[in-house]
């Protein structure tokens, strides 16, 4: 985070508490009746939609769940302004993806050591990436960066979902059975979409798929796929060079692609040279970063599936 950042950081970390506390002295209010405080829902920023989603499914009408991320804005490099820092005072929980993923959290953590930060990734075994972009499993190395994109295979969502209700049910245990029940509701829904994906990726002969960016390892691995890029990279906003274009292309021409994949908010000619080169198409393949007013987080990835298809079973 740069130093404007920072300091922007330090100087909302000691005007609001004092700002607060004048106004509270001003006029306190008066304590709210038993009533209210049992119908009182739980404020909750969600770092990106992905994680809006799940926290909705999860906490539905007990939460508040806002965005922290501006819709259509890129959460790869998205870093908190004045009135993101207000919003993060005064809410109960922020829950985010984890793994690196909100690379602004640790400087909002250190500057109001309250906020109550929920980290879904915990529990989910990271895959690791080398320094020039190309997968790698393997121990943790100082080398070594770990891949954020948990979110697009459904059973490490699953594990993303119970981290989501094991921190609602903290903070209110009194609900303990409802949180709980919808979370194992919204992991049967992802366990059909499991079943579905293998069962139907079964059907395909060709293991081989080329992504726009880095984002579908995890999904990759789980059903047994081999993903390529576009970029040579976590990065979907980074610029490919000739050289690295001509690789894809030689490489897709070996494998005999017949699609090449792009994606949501960047600019589909890189993908649709490649494609021209080698006689194939360009389809779009999701992930899944931002919202989408035709589709539900789960029909989206039916979408994906569909394309995905068309990439393997042709």
């Known amino acids: 985070m740069n130093n404007q950042i920072k300091i922007i950081l330090v100087a909302f970390g000691v005007i609001v508490p004092v700002m607060s506390f004048a106004l509270w002295n001003v006029d306190s209010p ?18 990106f939609y992905p994680i809006e989603e799940f926290t909705k499914k999860v906490g539905k009408d007990k939460v508040n769940v806002s965005l922290l991320v501006n819709p259509g804005a890129e959460p790869h490099d998205w870093e908190p302004q004045v009135k993101d820092l207000q919003r993060i005072q005064e809410t109960d929980l922020i829950i985010i993806n984890g793994l690196g993923f909100e690379t602004w959290i640790d ?75 919808n979370a194992d509701a919204y992991k049967l829904e992802l366990d059909s979409m499991d079943k579905k994906i293998r069962n139907e990726l079964a059907q395909c002969s060709k293991k081989d798929f080329f992504a726009f960016h880095d984002a579908f390892s995890y999904f990759a ?31 897709a021409r070996i494998l005999n692609a017949n699609v090449i994949f792009t994606e949501e908010g960047v600019n589909p000619k890189m993908s649709q040279v490649i494609a021209d080169e080698i006689g194939s198409k360009v389809l779009m393949l999701s992930p899944l970063e931002f919202g989408d007013e035709d589709g539900t987080f789960m029909e989206r990835m039916d979408n994906n599936l569909i394309n995905l298809k068309d990439a393997l079973c042709n």
């Open 30 to 47: 008066a304590e709210l009746p038993d009533s209210d405080l049992e119908i009182q829902k739980i404020n909750v920023l969600a770092s």
């Open 107 to 181: 400087d909002v953590a250190e500057i109001n050591s309250d906020v109550n930060v929920i980290d879904t990734s915990n529990g989910i075994d990271p895959i690791y990436i080398e320094s020039d972009y190309r997968l790698q499993i393997s121990a943790k190395s100082k080398e070594l960066t770990t891949d954020p994109h948990i979110w697009l295979n459904p059973i490490t969502i699953k594990t993303q979902v119970q981290n989501i209700a094991d921190a609602l049910i903290e903070f209110d245990p009194q609900n303990k059975i409802y949180y709980q029940n």
């Open 221 to 251: 691995q789980e059903y047994g796929l081999n993903q390529h890029t576009v970029l040579k990279s976590i990065d979907p906003l980074s610029e490919p060079s000739p050289q690295d274009i001509q690789e894809v292309i030689d490489l």
